[in-house]
């Protein structure tokens, strides 16, 4: 009876045009988490995790799309191949976590801290970074198009292959990353300290917004300032 009225409210709903009931976590993962912090490949979708003290848990593959991770402790955590797709992540604690392959597409991760976190390969495709601390982060072929990087701290962060297309990093601190075959196209970098990275040598350079941006003592290469033009552009002044 029960399965027949809710495929009878999401019709109705459909029919009028009206969306269709919000998928809820599993209550007993949510318990299973909050207890014992093991709950690999747990379906936590849309979980209030509000302030959760999840420091060192197992969260492998779980499913934490949606969820609200605001001001949790998710310090060194593994969230391998976890899915955290437009969840809340606000002033989160995430330093040393795990998130090797992690989808964090529209994820909402301003001011959250991010120290020598393992991001491989992760997606970040559209997520928010404002503000966010990613020092000595690990982002190797990380997926970061269209994100919004303003103000955060990127500094000694890996970003080798890294897709950074459609990327707002006004004002962020990159100071000694790592750039190495990083994708700049239309990234932007209007007021960002570039000081000692490898800029020379990632794709799409030219395309990149590089107004106002620090580039003192930065490996320029054959010379990105004086090729485009750049009129902010300090070119390797000691």
Sequence with gaps: MKLKLLATVTASLALFGLPAPVKAQNPDHVR????????????????????????????????????????????????????LANANLVNAEMYGAELNGANLRNADLSNAFLGRANLTSADLGGAKLFNANLGEAYLLQANLSNADLRRSLLFRVNLHRANLSGADMSFADVRDTNLQNAILSNTRLPGAQLTGTNIDAANNVRQADLQRANLR?????????????????????E
């Design 217 to 237: 003592g930065t490996n320029l290469g054959s010379g990105v300032c004086v090729i485009t033009n750049f009129p902010y552009c300090v070119f390797n002044v």
């Design 32 to 83: 299973q988490l909050l207890e014992s912090k093991e709950c690999e490949g747990c379906d936590l979708r849309n979980a209030d995790l509000f302030k959760a003290s999840l420091y060192r848990a197992n969260l492998r593959g779980a499913d934490l799309s949606g969820a609200n991770l605001y001001e949790a402790n998710l310090l060194e955590a593994d969230l391998s191949d976890a899915n």
